[in-house]
C-alpha cells in the first residue's frame, strides 16, 4: 500500500497570507496525485488533479506542483472560505487501492 | 448540476447489516466509474470500494473484502453497497464518489453509519 504523509498536521495562517502544504508519498506516484478541501460538515471538493491542473471552477490562488513523491499545495492568499482541511490523494496503482493523507489543517491564526 | 445523493445509514448492531444508495443525477451515470469512501468521526478518509461504469469490475479495500458488495443500476443511476457483518470500526460517513482518470470529482454529501450495541 502507498503511504501519503501530509505535513504539517495544523498551519495557522493569517488572511491575506501564503499557506503551502506539502504531501509526500511512500513511493513514486508520478503525477498522479489529488487534493481535496473538506470544510465542517461538508464532504470533500476535489481542488486539483494531475498534481497540478486546477478543477473546474477552483480559484486561481490555489496550485499544485511535484512529481513522484513530493507534491505541494499553495494556497497564495487566504481568503475566508480557505479555512479547511486539505487532504491528498494518490490515484497512480491500478487496481485501485487509492490512499489519502491524513489531512492538513489550515486555521486561522 | 452533477448531484449525488446517498441514503440508508443509521444505527446497526454490531453483526448487523445496512444497504447504503446513491442516487445519481445531472451526468451520464452509466459513463462513470464510482466509487465510496468512507470517514470514521474526526478522522480522515479511506477509499472502500470501486466498480467500473459497466459494473462487470469491482475491488474493494482488504478492511471490507468479503463483507461489503458494491454494485450499480444503470438504468435506474444508482449505486448500493451492501455492508454484512459490521462492526465497531465500520461506524462513519459513507460517500459516494464519481471517479474521473482516477479522481474523485464529485462528492455526495454523506450518509452516517454507526455501528454500536
Known amino acids: 500500500e502507498i503511504v501519503m504523509m501530509q505535513s504539517p498536521a495544523t498551519l495557522s495562517v493569517s488572511p491575506g497570507e501564503r499557506a503551502t502544504l506539502s504531501c509526500r508519498a511512500s513511493q513514486s506516484v508520478s503525477s498522479n496525485l489529488a487534493w481535496y478541501q473538506q470544510k465542517p460538515g461538508q464532504a470533500p471538493r476535489l481542488l486539483i488533479y494531475g498534481a497540478s491542473t486546477r478543477a473546474t471552477g477552483i480559484p486561481v490562488r490555489f496550485s499544485g506542483s511535484g512529481s513522484g513523491t513530493e507534491f505541494t499545495l499553495t494556497i497564495s492568499s487566504l481568503q475566508s472560505e480557505d479555512f479547511a482541511v486539505y487532504y491528498c490523494?494518490?490515484?497512480?496503482?491500478?487496481?485501485?487501492?487509492?490512499?489519502f493523507g491524513q489531512g492538513t489543517k489550515v486555521e486561522i491564526k | 448540476e452533477v448531484q449525488l445523493v446517498e441514503s440508508g445509514g443509521g444505527l446497526v448492531q454490531p453483526g448487523g447489516s445496512l444497504r447504503l444508495s446513491c442516487a445519481a443525477s445531472g451526468f451520464t451515470f452509466s459513463s462513470f466509474e464510482m466509487t465510496w469512501v468512507r470517514q470514521a468521526p474526526g478522522k480522515g478518509l479511506e477509499w472502500v470500494s470501486y466498480?467500473?461504469?459497466?459494473?462487470?469490475?469491482?475491488y474493494y479495500a482488504d478492511s471490507v473484502e468479503g463483507r461489503f458488495t458494491i454494485s450499480r443500476d444503470n438504468a435506474k443511476n444508482s449505486l448500493s453497497l451492501q455492508m454484512n457483518s459490521l462492526r465497531a470500526e465500520d461506524t462513519a460517513v459513507y460517500y459516494c464518489a464519481r471517479v474521473t482518470r482516477g479522481t474523485l470529482d464529485y462528492w455526495g454529501q454523506g450518509t452516517l453509519v454507526p455501528v454500536s450495541s
Open positions: 466498480i467500473s461504469s459497466s459494473g462487470r469490475t469491482r
Open positions: 490523494q494518490q490515484y497512480d496503482v491500478w487496481p485501485p487501492r487509492w490512499t
